[in-house]
DNA sequence: CGCCTCTTTGAGCTCAATCAAGGTGTGTGG
DNA sequence: CCACACACCTTGATTGAGCTCAAAGAGGCG
């Protein structure tokens, strides 16, 4: 059966993810049980802000972005997922779960989907599962919680964080390319800003040797610049 | 002995919390197994941030303040712990846990402070515990991206958010005055700006009738009013 | 070809930061 | 008991980083 294929070479990727480090095949066959693999396209939605949360998944590849509607035009982007990210199994114990976020694709990208009763009946009750969700859980927030604290400091700070930030998605660090498409739009949108100061700052980056884009994919060319950029205010 | 007596009726306290609704005596007494009870003054530093994790816990009484080390100046505040809020215990279940903020006492308070090792043996063995700090955790993630989505909002909606945010702390939804102590300075720290911006839209505020202040104590008359700040843009 | 998204640049303006100065209340040490 | 330091609050004047608005070029696509 087709289905059952797709299903197995899946759980093969999520054995390499750090999510599913240490587990047996068997487990994570049943923590992904009734689990579908869904393919998604540039800027489709796959959750929707508000809506009753009946599942949550795994991404396994490529990037989503979560972002929250707000009244001032654009909505602002929360955080970038990208591959071996969990996506909506923090709210999966609530009594009524409605996702806190849209959920929206950034190139073509899969996701494996798995039913909220599945969180329930077999993540919920496996304690070393849960830790990890909660690690995980805790690093996005880690991240949210460094990106505050550099509220006050000027617009370049928070590009070159966030920058270094997703740069960081990757183990090895010979890697200078960011691991997903990203818009000037975008990055204005998770940092609180304008796309027109987003273009200013980069583009100047550009003709500095910082970095260089092309077709959305932004490659770091001298990164101690940015850090030093982070830490001088 | 009177040791044992403290903790016994910091246990009874416990039992009356959202976190420990619908447990059994005798697993709330396992779960603080060594606990101490703390008294901070106020503005005394319970955790540092940086140092090694060796312990969580519960705020008993009182309030406490999470901060992180910015360099430009003074911190930022991260988040308001009140009464029956847990702290710590997302990062015992690392390998070499630091804590990821100071924490900071907001007037005379009372802390719970357990041991990592009774996390490690007993809370991260006890699904239903997990899941609940789990849901604490979320709802902490949640407010953090309500005031990111407000980032590009103006100051006012800020310093709005926040007061709502923290009157909705109470259960009852009568009471009107602010949980804890709260300086202009702290509020700045919180939203991200300047203790004079913070002052001129208060003033404001308490010349409109919308809330009055007499030492540090903050009570809202006029909630609708701030509602719509948020909402209108 | 027209439509759409993304990027770019310039000009002007605004919100909130910064700087400066002063007021009040509390604690501390001579 | 006074002087001093310190924390917090307040108000005014000045300034600047980044927003808004406007206009336009560069792909990509039906």
Known sequence: MDHKKVINSAINELLGLSIFEGFERDFVEQA??????????????LFKFGESAQCFGIVLNGAYKLTR??????DAIMHFSTVGDVIGAFIMSHKAPCYPVNVIAMGPSRFLK???????????????????IQNI????????????SM???????????????????HE????????????RREIADNVGSS???????????????VLETN?????ILNMQKLIELINDR
Chains 1, 2 share one sequence.
């Open 32 to 45: 992904c049980a009734g689990g579908t693999v869904v393919f998604t396209e540039h800027k489709e939605t």
């Open 69 to 74: 509607p707000s009244k001032s035009g654009e």
């Open 114 to 132: 798995i039913p909220r009763e599945v969180y329930i009946e077999v993540w919920s009750r496996q304690p070393s599962i849960i830790l990890k």
């Open 137 to 148: 859980l805790s690093l996005r927030m880690s991240q949210m919680q460094h990106q505050k």
């Open 151 to 169: 509220l006050k400091a000027p617009l370049t700070c928070k590009i070159a964080l966030l920058i270094i930030d997703l740069l960081h998605r």
């Open 172 to 183: 090895e660090a010979e890697i200078l390319t960011l691991p997903l498409p990203l818009t």
């Open 195 to 209: 796309v027109e100061s987003v273009i200013r700052i980069m583009s100047k980056w550009s003709k500095e040797g």
């Open 215 to 219: 077709d959305q994919q932004i490659k």
